[in-house]
């Protein structure tokens, strides 16, 4: 089952095995084949070994993103706006398996602060004095009330063959329910929104989290253009300003 999960690692072995061999044998009879290149071949294949017998977790960073340049600027409130965040978008995670190819290794994937952070700074992009008002609903009616809720969080990362390395595809899909209420705590719409992204690398088993956090970012980016073309410029929230003002 080892060898089987580490085919990449199986195969380096066998060709610095091999390598090793035809130093030894011809090192008599070739003046190149120094000491230090006998050591380093030997040193090269006794990690080998070891990577071949142990899986690694290899931690995804995701950094934030924004949605910022697809607001209209007709959309641009001075208002108030909070911003509350579900448990389960907080503290969104998996950790993603692979599959057969490197499947003795592991990628853990959070993005609950990276989500959080993406969408801040895009309703900011709209309202410059959002508050970030953690899990907690706003009890001073002042300004508008924007609920966000994970529906969909689905990391993928598969390895096809390749001859030296294999090639990491890997897919992000995200889906988030928003929820925005006026002052009154009427509410005035009710969407999910769909992020998806892709990204493909060749490398060894670690660049899966290259990948996955490639695919991540686009996931959200997509997303976050998604939210803006179905609240912010929507003319739903123009209609709750306009009757607010004219109280």
Same mark, same amino acid.
């Given at each position: ?16 095995t ?16 120094t ?30 993103q924004?949605?910022a ?25 998996k950790?993603?398996?692979? $599959?057969?190819?490197?499947? %003795? ?5 959070? &993005?609950?602060?990276?989500? /959080? =952070?993406?969408?801040? #700074?895009t ?12 899990g ?22 598969r ?12 897919n ?19 969407t ?15 660049? $899966?989290?290259?990948?996955? %956090? ?5 996931? &959200?980016?997509n997303?976050? /253009? =998604?939210?803006?073309? #179905? ?10 300003m306009?009757?607010?003002?004219s109280?």
């Amino acid at each position: 089952m080892i060898f089987g999960d580490n085919t990449y690692g199986l195969r380096l072995l066998l060709s610095l095995t091999y390598l090793n061999y035809l130093l030894q044998r011809d090192g008599l009879q070739n003046e190149w084949v120094t000491g230090d290149a006998m050591r380093w071949v030997k040193s090269l294949t006794a990690l080998s070994v070891v990577s071949l017998f142990s899986g690694c977790a290899y931690n995804v960073q995701v950094s934030s993103q924004s949605g910022a340049a697809e607001v209209m600027s007709t959309k641009v409130r001075q208002d108030k706006a909070y911003l509350v965040f579900s448990e389960n978008l907080a503290t969104a995670g998996k950790e993603v398996k692979p $599959g057969f190819q490197c499947g %003795a290794h592991r990628y853990p994937m959070y &993005i609950g602060e990276t989500l /959080e =952070n993406s969408l801040s #700074k895009t309703v900011e992009a709209a309202f410059p004095h959002a508050v970030r008002n953690g899990g907690a609903i706003p009890t001073l009616g002042d300004g508008l009330v924007f609920k966000f809720d994970l529906s969909e969080f689905d990391p993928r990362v598969r390895f096809s063959p390749g001859f030296f390395v294999p090639t990491a595809d890997a897919n992000v899909d995200i889906a988030i329910h928003a929820r925005v209420s006026d002052k009154a705590g009427k509410e005035l719409i009710a969407t999910t929104f769909r992020g998806q992204g892709h990204s493909s690398q060749d490398g060894s088993c670690g660049v $899966g989290a290259d990948a996955l %956090a490639d695919a991540g970012q686009k996931a &959200i980016a997509n997303a976050m /253009e =998604n939210f803006v073309d #179905k609240v912010i410029n929507t003319g739903i929230l123009d209609a709750s300003m306009t009757a607010t003002a004219s109280k």
